[in-house]
């Protein structure tokens, strides 16, 4: 009688058994951390996308600042600015002797000066010299706004005016009711045709700045003219020219200068009538004295 066999059941059957098994557990292993990996990549590449695309954007808005809108856009005639009466009161010969200012732009920059010798005979001579001059600044991204513009080139003639060469008894004060801020800077300089009261108003109104030059003299013996009225004659020009920019620009004062690539390139030529100003303002106490030689001479 035979014995029933019985399934082998050796050492070597049971290792290839769990490595089998070890074998099937692994793929699903691999993918799930597959799927997990895969997931977190692409969240990760949103999420830097996103804060590029921020990024990107702020530093857009950095790049390209809001300027604001300058208010005045015009000039008006530098030698309509002043009115013919008081061209007369200040001025021998008033409105008549006008000389207007050469000028590229004359929405950037105008200028205007009057002179004359009332002739007194023996008894001596009066000259005046009157001048004036506007300065426009545009609002322009890479120069700022023309307010701030216009501030920082009237603080500048301000001191020009008080620097200058051979000036003596020079002092500064503020002037009231003109533009959104004004100074006043007189003094007095020595030439050979007799002493000169020297009177400079610059005078700021939003985006433009008005400088009024006014001097005065007794020659060949005549008495020296008041420092004080021509001070107060002074401060009325400015006031009128600052009133005559506002007219020129409508009602109000109001007119439209977009900081845009028409507003940089306005705003590019005014740099250049900033050196010619202060030239200008530089010869001031010259002009004036050779003029006013020129003119006792032929009397």
């Not at 059957?13 to 557990?25: D, E, F, S, Y």
């Not at 003094?187 to 009261?197: A, I, M, Q, R, S």
């Not at 001070?231 to 109001?254: H, I, M, P, W």
């Amino acid at each position: 009688m035979q014995r029933a066999q019985r399934a082998p059941h050796s050492p070597r059957a049971k290792r290839l058994n769990r490595v089998l098994a070890g074998a099937t557990a692994v793929p699903v292993l691999f993918l799930a951390a597959a799927c997990s990996s895969d997931s977190g990549s692409d969240a990760d590449a949103k999420a830097s996308a996103s804060a590029s695309a921020s990024s990107s954007a702020s530093a857009s808005a950095s790049a390209s600042p809001t300027i604001p809108a300058a208010k005045y856009a015009k000039l008006p005639e530098a030698c309509k600015a002043v009115s013919g009466k008081t061209l007369d009161d200040l001025v021998p010969g008033g409105a008549k002797s006008a000389k207007g200012g050469s000028s590229g732009d004359v929405s950037t920059r105008a200028s205007c000066s009057w002179n004359g010798l009332d002739n007194n005979g023996v008894k001596g001579s009066q000259y005046r010299w009157l001048n004036v001059s506007l300065l426009r600044f545009a609002s322009d991204p890479a120069r700022g706004a023309g307010d701030e513009q216009a501030r920082t080139y009237f603080r500048q003639q301000v001191q020009d005016a008080q620097a200058e060469t051979g000036a003596k008894n020079t002092k500064a004060q503020p002037v009231s009711r003109t533009g959104d801020e004004a100074t006043l800077v007189r003094y007095e300089t020595k030439k050979k045709e007799g002493v000169f009261k020297q009177q400079t108003v610059v005078a700021r109104v939003a985006n433009v700045v008005v400088t009024v030059d006014y001097n005065g003299a007794g020659l060949a013996g005549d008495k020296s003219p008041d420092a004080d009225d021509l001070a107060a004659s002074a401060e009325k020009v400015a006031r009128e020219t600052v009133a005559a920019v506002a007219k020129a620009n409508g009602e109000g004062g109001s007119a439209t200068d977009p900081a845009s690539p028409s507003a940089s390139k306005s705003s590019g030529s005014s740099a250049s009538p900033s050196a010619s100003a202060g030239k200008a303002g530089a010869s001031k106490s010259a002009s004036p004295s050779a003029s006013a030689s020129a003119t006792a001479a032929d009397s």
